[in-house]
C-alpha cells in the first residue's frame, strides 16, 4: 500500500477551497435567515394592518349603534343579539329586525355579525382567512382551535399578538391573532 502525498500546491487549493466554501455555507446562512425576518416582518406588518382595519370597522359600526342591513328572503336576523346586550332581565334596547313602512325587512348588523359576514366575503374572494373566537363564546360556531386557544389564553396574560407557520395540504400559511376591543353597541 502506497501513501500519496499531496503537493503544497496542492494542499494550498484545497484549503482555500475549504475555505470559500466555509465561507460561502457562512454567508449563504446569514443572507437566508435575514431573509426569512424580512419575510416575517412583512407579514406581520400585512397582518397588522388587516386587524386594525377590522378593529377600526368595528368600532366605527358600534359607534353608529350596529347598523341595518336589508335582508333576503329567507334570511333571519343576528340570533346571538339578544344574548351579548342587555344585562339578564333588563328590557332591550336593540331591535334585532325593523319593518320599513313598504314592508322591507332589515337586520340589525352588529360588530361580531358584520366581521363574520366580511370573513365569509374574503373567504370567497381571497386567499386571507379570518374568523371571531373566544374561550366565552357567545356562538358555539366561533369555538378556538388548539394554536387559538393557547393565543387566547396567552392574551388573557397581556401578550398583544401570536402568530405561527402551519403547512395545510402542502401549502404554507401564516397564522396571526391579535385581542379585539370590545366593540360595544351603545
Known amino acids: 500500500m502506497q501513501i500519496r502525498v499531496l503537493s503544497i500546491e496542492n494542499k494550498i487549493t484545497l484549503i482555500v477551497t475549504a475555505g470559500f466554501t466555509l465561507a460561502a455555507i457562512i454567508v449563504g446562512t446569514y443572507f437566508l435567515r435575514a431573509e426569512k425576518q424580512h419575510v416575517e416582518s412583512l407579514l406581520l406588518k400585512q397582518a397588522d394592518t388587516l386587524f386594525n382595519q377590522i378593529q377600526e370597522a368595528r368600532h366605527w359600526n358600534a359607534g353608529h349603534g350596529g347598523v341595518y342591513a336589508r335582508l ?15 344585562g339578564k332581565g333588563e328590557p332591550s334596547l336593540v331591535e334585532p ?8 325587512r332589515y337586520a340589525l348588523i352588529n360588530p361580531a355579525l358584520m366581521t363574520r359576514e366580511i370573513a365569509a ?30 393565543a387566547l389564553q396567552s392574551f388573557e396574560q397581556g401578550k398583544k399578538r401570536q402568530f405561527e407557520y402551519v403547512d395545510v395540504a402542502g401549502k404554507p400559511y401564516f397564522r396571526y391573532m391579535a385581542p379585539l376591543q370590545s366593540s360595544v353597541i351603545v
Open 72 to 86: 333576503n328572503a329567507g334570511e333571519k336576523p343576528n340570533p346571538y343579539l339578544y344574548k351579548v346586550f342587555p
Open 97 to 104: 329586525e325593523i319593518t320599513d313602512l313598504k314592508g322591507r
Open 121 to 150: 366575503e374574503s373567504r370567497e374572494h381571497t386567499d386571507i382567512r379570518f374568523h371571531l373566537t373566544s374561550l366565552k363564546l357567545i356562538n358555539p360556531d366561533n369555538a378556538p382551535d388548539i394554536f387559538e386557544k393557547k
